[in-house]
């Protein structure tokens, strides 16, 4: 599954579910941009203690500038993807949490994708 992180920094967050007791043969490959950022089992996250073969891979190296760009991720063991290929965007997650006007985080990811266009106008 899919969520955003917003602190300091704006983070795509995914989860998948590992085969038990072969966790280090893992990694996730995200791409933006024609850039590769690889995940190897040691940065993953387990924070399901009712799941323990669910990991979160948390993606934090994107630029301001590429919040509308398109981000794919895959799931590879032993170097062999394993998962279908997953297309999003920190713009697509916003837009989950930026709809609905009760939600506390409303204005935040509004504010945030401006942020975000005005970072492409500046930075390219």
């Keep these: 599954g899919l969520s955003l992180g917003i602190a300091d920094a704006?983070?795509?967050q995914f989860t998948f579910t590992l085969t038990e007791g072969e966790h280090e043969k893992y990694t996730v490959k995200v791409t933006c941009a024609g850039v590769d950022y690889t995940y190897?089992?040691?940065s993953f996250q387990y924070a399901y203690a009712k799941y323990?073969?669910?990991a979160t891979v948390i993606c934090g190296d994107l630029a301001a500038k590429q919040m509308?760009?398109?981000v794919t991720v895959v799931l590879l063991k032993d170097?062999?993807?394993v998962s279908q290929t997953y297309t999003t965007s920190i713009e697509s997650a916003?837009?989950?949490m930026?709809?609905?006007t009760a939600n506390k985080n409303y204005a935040l990811a509004r504010?945030?994708?401006t942020y975000g266009d005005s970072a492409k106008v500046c930075f390219g």
């Design 98 to 100: 930026g709809t609905n």
């Design 68 to 70: 509308r760009d398109e």
């Design 79 to 81: 170097g062999v993807q």
């Design 40 to 42: 190897s089992s040691d």
């Design 52 to 54: 323990p073969d669910r």
């Design 94 to 96: 916003a837009k989950v």
């Design 111 to 113: 504010a945030m994708m």
């Design 10 to 12: 704006v983070e795509l």
